[in-house]
């Protein structure tokens, strides 16, 4: 499918995920990880998740491998590896999530083999035309979990082995960095993650794509412009300027909310604010205008939305 036919120079690239120990209902019958501990995340701790065996493994690999060139054949014009945000391969990242002692833990560069061969599998898959990513975090903003230094590591690798694009990200649903109210964490209108990004490209020459928290249109043209990212990535303004981009580059600075309302438990927040922007999409999708200014029907949807999730997971057999 060429983008020619649709009329746009748009490219659409399908990311690739595996939601390890944090699957939801229905996916969540039988949850695997690197091993057997239980997210401290409330409704993501009701399972124990299954340990996957070394044959097993190799199967997820295949996997995503599979996914890939399905996606390609499907039409996409590249695909992207996720992993950050503690979904499977960012678990077995990190120490906290990944104990194991044998070739897929135990040190830094181990727990790392799983992503470094799901990327050489997707190459091998897609072929050298098409552009692969990973979506990478910067840090998982927990004492005792992935750290900057070992994103690091991952990133230069990541860059060695000859991906297209490294993107930036951080946190999961224990500190929601992606969101911007992690423990500790500084926002600015530069981007949640700049710092862990000019670390990057004083290390890498890995195209770098940043996003998380960029609002600021003169922050992201000193950005590209000085060379820190080769591409900004923007996500929650679309769901309520779908056009947000083809504005900001014709020089306009559409309004945007300040963020959806706060309960004091990071996890809770990070989980309204995905949730009151998920709300926004299907306002659109039914032909609506977004809402701007949350109310309490808004919250209520958000909230139901949380307290249902956990009652599936609660009722569904071991």
């Known amino acids: 499918m060429d983008r020619r036919d649709r009329g746009t120079d748009a490219a659409i690239w399908a990311q690739i995920n595996h939601p390890g120990r944090v699957a939801v209902s229905p996916f969540n019958r039988r949850p695997v990880a690197p091993s057997a501990s239980r997210s401290t995340v409330p409704g993501y701790n009701l399972r124990r998740p299954h340990t996957l065996s070394n044959a097993e493994i190799h199967t997820v690999i295949a996997r995503f491998a599979r996914t890939a060139q399905l996606a390609v054949a499907g039409g996409f014009h590249g695909v992207q590896v996720h992993a950050a945000h503690g979904y499977l391969l960012s678990q077995f990242l990190s120490p906290l999530a990944n104990t194991r002692t044998d070739e897929w833990g135990g040190d830094p560069r181990c727990r790392s083999r799983i992503l470094l061969e799901t990327v050489a599998a997707v190459r091998a898959a897609v072929g050298e035309s098409i552009p692969v990513s990973v979506k990478l975090n910067s840090a998982d903003f927990v004492h005792g979990g992935f750290t900057g230094e070992e994103a690091l590591a991952v990133a230069v690798a990541l860059g060695e082995a000859g991906i297209d694009l490294l993107e930036i990200s951080g946190g999961g649903y224990e500190q929601p960095a992606m969101t911007g109210v992690a423990a500790g964490q500084e926002t600015s209108g530069e981007g949640y993650f700049v710092d862990f990004a000019r670390r990057i490209r004083a290390a890498s020459t890995v195209p770098i794509m940043l996003t998380g928290g960029l609002r ?100 569904i057999p071991r």
Do not use: C
């Open 216 to 315: 600021d249109t003169s922050a992201m043209e000193s950005l590209i412009g000085d060379g820190v990212v080769d591409v900004v990535g923007l996500g929650r303004p679309l769901a309520f300027v779908p056009d947000y981009p083809r504005r900001i580059l014709a020089g306009d600075t559409p309004t945007l909310p300040p963020g959806a309302p706060r309960l004091g438990y990071r996890p809770a927040d990070g989980y309204l604010e995905l949730a009151w922007h998920n709300d926004q999409l299907h306002r659109i999708a039914a032909g609506r205008t977004p809402q701007k200014h949350p109310g309490a029907l808004t919250l209520a949807r958000a909230i139901g939305r949380i307290a249902g999730g956990a009652a599936k997971q609660a009722v």
